[in-house]
Nanobody
Framework: QVQLVESGGGLVQAGGSLRLSCAAS????????MNWYRQAAGKQRELVAT???????NYSDSVKGRFTISRDNAKNTVYLQMNSLKPEDTAVYYC?????????WGQGTLVTVSS
């Protein structure tokens, strides 16, 4: 059974930092491209950050320079380090694992940034 379990969300003041984690099980983690998405209330889900199996990374313009995605294949875990948080970063953050046409999703973790 495939599971992606996010953790690390919470309430933080603007300018603060959080680190999200996503622990995967039931998949060959190292071959998957791992992504972080987010969905703010009333908005569409958007791709925030990507890390490939070869550790190439990509970020949305809105988080570039503030967020860092990384992975630990030994722990089957992907991280999202979020610095200089802004109120507009408030959203539910979802972990996604993708390999060819296969997609797996976590249940999401809420990040709230207060002004």
């Amino acid at each position: 059974q495939v599971q992606l379990v996010e953790s690390g969300g919470g309430l933080v003041q603007a300018g603060g930092s959080l680190r999200l984690s996503c622990a995967a099980s039931g998949i060959s983690f190292s071959i998957y491209t791992m992504n972080w998405y987010r969905q703010a209330a009333g908005k569409q889900r958007e791709l925030v950050a990507t890390i490939t199996r070869s550790r190439d990374t990509n970020y949305s313009d809105s988080v570039k320079g503030r967020f860092t995605i990384s992975r630990d294949n030994a722990k089957n875990t992907v991280y999202l380090q979020m610095n200089s948080l802004k109120p507009e970063d408030t959203a539910v953050y979802y972990c996604n694992a993708g390999f060819l046409s296969v997609q797996h999703w976590g249940q999401g973790t809420l990040v709230t940034v207060s002004s």
